[in-house]
């Protein structure tokens, strides 16, 4: 904790979750955009609609899912659909307004990588793959991103395209026959960047409180670009420290039991 | 028509060497019981279909029963990497399985085309992205209609399919209930499909009209396995043990520690073991 009061990550969770719109449509990742996502909820935007590719539309949990797939998903939302209709009717369906991504990899125009570290076939690291990621990508009608600036996560160049944003920059998405917006909106935990109208590569235009461009740059992997006027994000308040703070005690502490009973067996037996 | 059976014979007599089978559920309902006893049966040269391959096939990779892999999320959910997938695709042990790998979007409309009797899927996706370039079996169509040129790919139609789920009556009618993923068109895409349940009941007259129900001729084989879904979890019935997926994390981390978890918990151990798992995670209904 700095003498600020809050740490660069709670900072980043509650700059995400201030992005979302009480009448959005959001297609939760898991992760960093889960917690975003359900602060907005609890605070400035009550009646979001918050989907999980579990099938999962407008739930509400109480505690934040260890996967996308989490029964309490399921017991709060309006109602659960099968994988192939979230896919199909919602998601292809344009029906979201914001596919809310976290990434191993970004590049400066917003495409992720999740898919491996080195060439594909002889992966110097297999990651999890794409999962949902490339076509919320295409289908949502816009993008946001949230992660941690580090070097090894925003790179110059990324070594797989698992999900485009704006590919080289420029027309490169509506060339390739998108329709939707793509990346509008990165959050790390130490500013608010957005994409440049023409050439679409991601510019600071916002720094959290405290933060410095030396920073910034030390921490990111490409030469970083600054809008003509870089502004700085207000503080967290109190509501938005407690809820997050909260939120994230309540998961703990739920995560770490084993369910709502004790577990009186250890887990070693356990397959 | 459904046949009741225990897992054992079930397993034998519908799962071959060779076969393409997919052990599905989304996160929820996840068949660990039946993914165990294919692995005491030590069957081989699988190609091993799931939208989310996590700890069952992170388990059935390491003891080298996968000649390939089809799938769209590798992950232990929630947790990480599957360290024995990695093992096997990064250094080959214990064998290198081939690796055909799609979106979520891809898989869903895959299995539905197969429930469906068709022999690909189209669908609007893959723009942009890197698999398109890698993976062979993604390819482009255009719309008679607009000209837009979408997405296909071959509809998933697996030997054998198995599935968890709540109940089953007596007749052997299989419902469904919470997030149902993709279980139903996994039955359905399948020459044969293998339920084991929590439990089995007189008849489904209480539910509702529109319950997910699997009719007893989709089915071949219905096993009673209360706790099957064990580390995963059965709506109504047991919560998530996210424990044990964390420490999957470490037990699979080393060759090892791997084979001697699966000697004690998998080889040695049977379908009847799983009820007292999940006795500690039981919700009230």
Redesign the interface.
């Known amino acids: 904790m700095s003498d600020l009061g809050f740490t660069p990550d709670e900072m980043m969770t509650i700059a995400a979750a201030r992005a979302l719109k009480n009448d959005d449509v959001c297609f939760v990742g898991?992760g960093a955009p889960s917690a975003a996502c359900n602060v907005a909820r609890l605070t400035h935007a009550p009646d979001i609609t918050l989907i999980y590719?579990?099938?999962?539309i407008g739930t509400a949990p109480d505690v934040l899912?260890?996967?996308?797939?989490?029964?309490e998903?399921?017991d709060t939302a309006v109602t659960?659909v099968?994988?192939?209709e979230?896919?199909?009717y919602w998601?292809?369906g344009s029906r979201v307004t914001i596919g809310f991504l976290g990434a191993a990899q970004l590049d400066k125009f917003g495409n992720i990588n999740t898919?491996v570290i080195g060439d594909?076939?002889t992966?110097?690291?297999?990651?999890?793959?794409?999962?949902?990621?490339?076509?919320i990508?295409?289908?949502s009608g816009e993008i946001y991103i949230t992660m941690k600036q580090t070097k090894r996560g925003m790179v110059d160049k990324i070594d797989?395209?698992?999900?485009?944003g704006h590919?080289t920059g420029g027309k490169d998405?509506e060339n390739?026959?998108?329709k939707t917006k793509g990346p509008t909106l990165l959050i790390t935990d130490l500013a608010i960047w957005k994409p440049d109208p023409e050439t679409k590569e991601f510019t600071v235009v916002s720094m959290h409180p405290g933060v410095t461009r030396e920073q910034v740059q030390e921490t990111c992997g490409w030469p970083v670009k600054f809008a003509d006027q870089v502004e700085v994000t207000p503080a967290p308040d109190e509501t938005e420290l407690k809820t997050l703070r909260d939120l994230q005690a309540r998961t703990k502490a739920a995560?770490?039991g084993?369910?709502?009973?004790?577990?009186?067996?250890g887990?070693?037996?356990?397959? | 028509m459904a046949k009741f059976q225990d897992l054992k014979t079930a397993v034998a007599e519908n799962l071959h060497d060779g076969d393409m089978v997919a052990f599905e559920g989304f996160t929820h309902l996840i068949p660990h019981a039946a993914a165990h006893e294919a692995i005491r049966q030590g069957r081989k040269d699988l190609t091993l279909v799931r939208m989310t391959p996590d700890v069952i096939y992170d388990q059935m990779i390491g003891m080298g029963m996968a000649k390939k892999l089809v799938f769209s999320y590798a992950g232990n959910p929630g947790v990480g990497l599957l360290r024995r997938l990695r093992d096997a695709v990064e250094n080959g042990w214990p064998n290198r399985p081939e690796v055909e790998e799609h979106s979520h979007a891809a898989m869903a409309n895959a299995y539905e085309a197969g429930a469906s009797g068709l022999p690909c899927a189209i669908f609007r996706g893959y723009l942009g992205a890197g698999l398109e370039q890698v993976n062979p079996n993604i390819k482009r169509v255009a719309c008679p209609f607009t000209g837009e040129m979408l997405a296909a790919v071959p509809s998933v139609r697996p030997d054998v399919t198995f599935i968890h789920a709540q109940k089953a009556d007596r007749k052997g009618n299989v419902l469904v209930e919470g997030i149902i993923g993709i279980q139903k068109e996994a039955v359905l895409a399948a020459k044969r499909a293998v339920v084991t349940v929590e439990e089995i009941v007189e008849n489904f007259d209480d539910v509702h009209p529109n319950a997910c129900i699997l009719p007893r001729w989709t089915v071949t084989a219905i096993c009673e396995v209360p706790g099957g879904a064990h580390p995963s979890y059965a709506h109504g019935y047991y919560d998530r043990d996210n424990k044990s997926y964390l420490d999957w994390d470490k037990i699979a981390a080393e060759r090892n520690s791997f084979q001697a978890w699966m000697q004690d918990n998998v080889l040695n151990a049977g379908p009847q073991d799983f009820a007292g798992r999940v006795e500690h995670l039981r919700s009230a209904k």
Do not use: W
């Open positions: 898991i590719e579990s099938g999962t899912p260890l996967s996308i797939g989490d029964g998903l399921c659960t099968s994988v192939p979230m896919f199909r998601l292809q898919t594909y076939d992966p110097k690291t297999r990651l999890p793959g794409g999962g949902g990621a490339p076509e990508a295409s289908s797989f395209f698992t999900s485009f590919g998405r390739l026959g998108i995560h770490e084993t369910g709502r009973g004790k577990n009186k067996f887990s070693q037996r356990d397959g």
